[in-house]
């Protein structure tokens, strides 16, 4: 789901704010928080997120998008904030998204492998039915 586009006054703000901008729920966007994948300020008792705090959960949700998990993507995340080089950056990720990637193939595998035993069951109940050898009981 593309984000909406909220105008600000100031690079702050609410969680209602980032939850209707992203189209999450304010129990999400704690959830986050106690992840440590965000870090609002606070004023009372009401959070007051950043802008480095929307960037952060624009970057998770499109890790989860793409399947890794949180802590795969707090990894990502505090990688990119460092102000190290960025090639060992790049590389970590493309790491994480070859191993994602072997998994995501090999859940891929045993499904058609499940499809194929599948439709052997359905041809060998097919034969079956069709040489005559189920009767059909009647139930009463």
Known sequence: MP???VAHASPNFSIS??????DLTTRAIRFYEDSGLLTPERSGRHR???ARDRTRLKLTLRGKRLGLTLAEVKELVDMYESPRDTAPQLMKFLAVLAAHRAQLEQRLNDLHA???EVRSQEKQAQRLLTLGAVKAKRIK
């Open 3 to 5: 984000a909406t586009v």
């Open 17 to 22: 704010e980032l939850a209707q901008e992203f």
């Open 114 to 116: 499940t499809l194929d």
């Open 48 to 50: 007051v997120y950043s």
